[in-house]
Structure formats: C-alpha cells, structure tokens
C-alpha cells in the first residue's frame, strides 16, 4: 500500500519507518528540523534490539507526499495540529483518500469526518519516544505496539481490514474493531494521567493524583452516553504484548506530553485528553477538578517552557479540592 505520514514524529515516525521497511511506499511529512534532518541523513529507528536507518522519502507538506494519490494517510500528528494537518490535506486535494487517525484523543475523528470522506480510527498502544531530530525511539519490543482500526463512527470494511493486514506486515498486532471508538475511550482515560506525569514528572504519589483524573473522567463518559471497554476487557487485550525495555542504558523518560515538555515545543495536547473530560463535565454537569487543573497548567507550561517536575502530586491535590 502507498501510506502518506501526516505527523512524522514518534508514533508517526517508527510506524512510517516500519510500513517502509515491510516493502510498503511510504512518505512521512514533517517540519523543522527533524524534516531537515529525514531529508539529509534518513530515518534512524532505535530500539532495544536494533538500530536501523532508512531511507523514507521526506516532505513538509501533504502536497509535496502526493498525498492525493495515496492509498491511504495516516494522520499522527498531536491533537492539537490536527485542524492544520487536515486544511493541508483538502489543500492537496485529498478529501477523498481513507484517512487514519493514529492519534490518542475522541475529537479527532470527528473533526476529520467534517472534510474527508472517510475516516477511521487508531487505538493507540504504542510505546515511542521523539527528542533528536532525524530519530525516533521503538520503546517496546519485539512487538513494537497495538494498533487497532476501525471505521469512524463505527463498522468494519474493506479498507480497514486491509490497513490492519498492513500494519501486521510491519510487526504490530492489529485486528479490525467496528466499535473501535470504545476502545479509544478507554484509551482516553488512560491518557488522563499524561499531564500529571509531565508537570510532576515521576514521582511519589503521581498515582494518586491519576486515579482521581481517571475517577472523574469515567464518571463523565457515564454521564455523556459515551460508551468504553471495561478494564478486563482492555487488560485482556493488551495481554504480555507490550515489553518496555531500555534502549541501551537509557530507560524511555515519560509518555507524549512529558516529551512535548522535554523538547520545548511550546504546545501540549492536554486540551484534547484532560480537556475531552472537562468539556464534557460541562456539558453534563459533572464536576471535573482535578482533570481542570491538569488540564490549565499543562497548558501553562508548555507555553512557558517548563521541564518536567514543576509541581508535585501534592500541590495539583490541593489545587482540586
């Protein structure tokens, strides 16, 4: 399959360099100095077992990929470049290319569905890391991750069940959901404890203060009709197939957000995980402190360039009271 890589960063970057590597036509769209260095020196993959570097064609846009005569895009941007990443499609002539959203988050899906004619969802379980430019970070081996598809809002076909076979070829397990959202907001609430891992970094006590982000969130989702796997169910799923191991003596730092904070971005996606939460408490009327707090100073941080460890699980409990 021809697979255009909206999002060339960690999820995007090992999954598009894996897609390559499996005999897959593959073209990433990055920015930056990360795109400079895809362009110059290729992409290097890193993980516990290997370090490889492979030539992937790079590009800064969805134009110049030829994303219009792509068998498929996969969306990996965060959420919050989303909007962008999909005027940058329509721009290229690509509203009716089957769009993937390998992306944590419920809203982008939606959002996506308004412009392109096809779209489809990513349960994300993918352990990566992104901090150089030109290199990407397989945290989990030999199975580098879990990627289910289904269509949005729901139902299996062709398309799907193709992309799956795909993204089997390339090492990961993946199986055809048609009710693929379910298992992305179960996923949601599991990334509720990205912010508070990113401003706290890891800590003592980070538990506590993600179990209440999680309590609020089902309660919410409950509150909404929105429907999730139970904790079994998605324990049953993910089995033993993850095995987060060090690369070399370096043990992989923090999940997305507390990377975004590493790398100085000036940008989270917490409006789109603690946020999702947030927004619908709003308009439910259920109460969501401890999630409104995550969600503010992750946002603060991020656009004051703080490192990770800037609060303590302490301070964001007493922030929710």
């Known amino acids: 399959m021809r697979f255009v890589v909206l999002g060339?960063?960690?999820?995007?970057?090992?999954?598009?360099?894996?897609?390559?590597?499996?005999?897959?036509?593959?073209?990433?769209?990055?920015?930056?100095?990360?795109?400079?260095?895809?362009?110059?020196?290729?992409?290097?993959?890193?993980?516990?077992?290997?370090?490889?570097?492979?030539?992937?064609p790079a590009c800064a846009d969805a134009?110049?990929?030829?994303?219009?005569?792509?068998?498929?895009?996969?969306?990996?941007v965060k959420s919050q470049d989303t909007a962008g990443a999909l005027a940058s499609l329509v721009a290229a002539g690509g509203r009716d290319?089957?769009?993937?959203?390998?992306?944590?988050?419920?809203?982008?899906?939606?959002?996506?569905?308004?412009?392109?004619?096809?779209?489809?969802?990513?349960?994300?379980?993918?352990?990566?890391?992104?901090?150089?430019?030109?290199?990407?970070?397989?945290n989990s081996a030999p199975?580098?991750?879990?990627?289910?598809?289904?269509?949005?809002p729901d139902g299996v076909d062709d398309t799907a069940t193709?992309?799956?076979?795909?993204?089997?070829?390339?090492?990961?397990?993946?199986?055809?959901?048609?009710?693929?959202?379910?298992?992305?907001?179960?996923?949601l609430l599991m990334n509720l404890g990205n912010a508070a891992q990113a401003l706290c970094d890891n800590v003592e006590g980070l538990g506590d203060v993600v179990?209440?982000?999680?309590?609020?969130?089902?309660?919410?989702l409950d509150a909404a009709g929105v429907a999730y796997v139970s904790d079994a169910d998605d324990k049953a799923r993910r089995g033993d197939l993850?095995?987060?191991?060090?690369?070399?003596?370096?043990?992989?730092?923090?999940?997305?957000?507390w990377q975004s904070l590493v790398r100085d971005t000036g940008a989270i996606e917490t409006d789109y995980l603690n946020g999702e939460i947030v927004l619908l408490g709003r308009l439910h009327g259920v109460p969501t402190p401890m999630n409104d707090v995550l969600q503010r100073l992750a946002s603060d941080a991020a656009a004051e360039q703080k490192r990770p460890g800037a609060h303590t699980p302490a301070e964001l409990l007493a922030l929710a009271q």
């Open 97 to 138: 290319v089957p769009l993937v959203c390998v992306q944590n988050g419920i809203a982008n899906e939606p959002a996506a569905l308004r412009t392109m004619s096809s779209v489809y969802g990513v349960c994300v379980m993918f352990p990566t890391s992104h901090l150089t430019a030109g290199v990407v970070q397989q």
């Open 242 to 257: 993850l095995n987060v191991r060090p690369i070399g003596d370096q043990a992989r730092g923090g999940g997305s957000s």
């Open 162 to 187: 193709r992309i799956a076979e795909a993204f089997r070829s390339a090492g990961f397990r993946s199986d055809p959901r048609p009710d693929i959202m379910r298992w992305k907001s179960t996923k």
């Open 211 to 220: 179990r209440l982000a999680r309590s609020e969130g089902k309660a919410v």
């Open 63 to 76: 134009a110049g990929a030829g994303a219009a005569e792509a068998d498929v895009v996969l969306l990996c």
């Open 143 to 152: 199975v580098p991750g879990l990627l289910d598809i289904g269509r949005y």
């Open 8 to 56: 060339a960063g960690a999820v995007g970057g090992v999954l598009g360099g894996l897609l390559a590597e499996a005999g897959h036509d593959v073209t990433l769209v990055a920015r930056g100095e990360h795109l400079a260095a895809l362009q110059s020196d290729g992409l290097t993959i890193e993980s516990a077992d290997r370090v490889v570097t492979l030539p992937v």
